[in-house]
């Protein structure tokens, strides 16, 4: 849990400053060094338009971390409330709601990603979109698990009895009860929102060039793989690495929650 | 017994109609003008319009939706806009494709997955076990094409034992369906070693163990059979979703199957094939679901009467 927490610290403060740490412009290429094999200068050589690689990964982490930071978000905020509402209420609107989740959840991810992107056509803001609604239905089920549980308590009871509103029963004494499990959920989500941007963009479908993406540089890099496969090893690496911190920071996180499943 | 499996096929109905409205939105919301699209841009007004009628344009949404689905129930997708062939002759020859590949990938999950679950399971917390366990958050961390390139670097570019892809001889399927079956098969691995971790805390295991049962039969006859639902329910759940997987997949590995067809029909923009992929997979996933489902029922009764 510590080695990922450090990876993911690192991996959020390159993003942010990754304009100004850049060795040089990742967008800009110098032809005559055009697919120049590594060496001290250009530790990970340079790509097919002579762009330097370091460069390019380090600005790619910036494009991971917004997509996959607004994917998680569009996921909690629309299906937090829509949990939180089914929950709250039961009846027809939570069969209703859940019905419609369990729909969603039924698709492969990518499928309902393509569909969507093919309607809305491809562009960054889409794809944010597209991921996000496949997070949707997580969010959804375990908001309402925990607000099913929650609203049997006598606290809720009692501020029903002081003639506290729905809605403010909901923000003030339901959801922070889900706060724990929101913050693991949204941990692996996020792991799976940059593996969804990597996929998309791999496809083309993504973000569009020239900005840098991960996902698009390993499919730029295999054209030339058999003789510079390092510029597709590279970025799968970087993505490999978040992943795989983000998915043991989760899993930290989710035993220090919960004392008893820890063996 | 009968209702439940009914109950199910009922279930299905509204799934159903969301993926076909779906299907129907990637064309009807689709900015190209389809007879433009078919036609080309020197037609004669009288040859638009009689693509115009043909294809029912003029008509209201919900009339246009009907008639899709009508017509994709009996096999027509309607006409792609780039080959001008119909989408049908495309369609049916690229999921054939994509079965195959899935198919050999399905086994070689089972195969890969359950072993190393139960080995991990064997011997909770040893060297194996981390070793088992930290192959499956790798593989359920990479990015899965990613994986392909790097397969076909080594066993193709390096080793020289493989090809690189395309759909010309049986020795091509390996590493696609290789590439899908690791990451799959590492969730399978996960679910396999819960549930028997979990089976075996029972007390029937324990009083199988004070009867003086020996602990390989009481591991593989008592507890392997108990934690077998879970099991097979992901393997059912992957498999479907594996299809989603075989988008990225048939890429990197230049797959002529429908995957990559709906990918090339997406950056062409011909909304028919889109559609008509959108439909298929999806469809082929639902039935997927269904299957699992009423494997689920006849393994445990208990299933049924809830």
Known sequence: ?263 | MLSYFLRRVIDVIPVLFVITVLAFLVFYLDPADPVLMIAGENASQRVEDAIRDRLGLDRPAWVQYGTFVTNAIQGDFGTSYRSRQPVADHIWPAFRATLVFTAVAMVLMVIIGIPAGILSATRPYSWLDSIVMSSVLLGLSAPIFWVGIVFIYVFAFKLGWLPTGGFYSWQAVILPALTLALQYGAIVARITRASMLDVMDHDYIRTARSKGVSARSVFYLHALKNASLPIVTTIGLQVASMLGGTILIEKVFAWPGVGRLLVNGILERDAPIVQAGVLLIATAVLILNLLTDWLYGVLDPRVRWS
Do not use: C
């Not at chain 1, 993504?206 to 890099?221: E, K, N, R």
């Not at chain 1, 690496?237 to 978040?242: E, K, N, R, S, T």
């Open chain 1, 1 to 263: 849990m510590t080695g990922g927490f450090i990876v993911l610290v690192a991996f959020i403060v390159i993003a942010i400053a990754s304009p100004w740490i850049t060795p040089t412009d990742p967008l800009r290429g110098d032809l005559r060094l055009r697919l120049a094999q590594p060496s001290v200068e250009l530790p990970f050589g340079a790509d097919h338009q002579g762009r330097d690689m370091v460069s390019r990964v380090i600005a790619g982490s910036r494009v991971a971390l917004l997509v996959g930071f607004v994917a998680v978000g569009v996921g909690l905020i629309a299906g937090g409330i829509l949990g939180l509402v089914a929950g709250y209420y039961g009846g027809i609107v939570d069969t209703l709601i859940m019905r419609v989740m369990d729909i969603i959840l039924a698709f492969p991810w990518l499928l309902l990603v393509i569909a969507v992107v093919s309607i809305l056509g491809p562009s960054l803001t889409n794809a944010m979109l597209a991921i996000g609604i496949t997070l949707v239905p997580q969010y959804a089920r375990l908001l309402r698990s925990v607000v099913v549980s929650t609203r049997q308590h006598d606290f809720v009871q009692a501020a029903t009895a002081l003639g506290a509103s729905h809605g403010r029963i909901l923000w003030f004494h339901v959801a922070p009860h889900t706060l724990g499990q929101t913050i693991v959920l949204s941990t692996v989500s996020l792991g799976k929102a940059i593996l969804a941007e990597a996929g998309l963009s791999f496809l083309g479908l993504g973000v569009q060039p020239p900005t840098p993406s991960w996902g698009m540089m390993i499919a730029v890099g295999q054209d030339y793989l058999r003789t510079h496969p390092h510029l597709s090893i590279v970025p799968g690496v970087a993505v490999m690495l978040v992943v795989v911190a983000l998915n043991l920071f989760g899993d930290g996180l989710s035993d220090a929650l919960n004392p008893t499943r820890r063996k």
